[in-house]
């Protein structure tokens, strides 16, 4: 989920995800890493994931 205020997502959610235990935290709304349509986004959790931007 993504709330309406950037240090939230950004810096708290990541830390408090962190002492969840949550070894990975994806933020789609925002422009961390650009990719094209057919680029493979990659997860390091989820190393079978098959999964382009134009999929989502």
Request: glycine share 2%; with cysteine.
């Amino acid at each position: 989920m993504v709330s309406n205020n950037w240090e939230t997502d950004y810096a708290r959610k990541v830390e408090k995800y962190a002492l969840l235990g949550i070894p990975e935290y994806w933020i789609v709304d925002y422009q961390q890493k650009q990719y094209r349509l057919k680029d493979p986004i990659v997860s390091p959790s989820l190393p079978s994931l098959k999964l382009c931007l134009n999929d989502i």
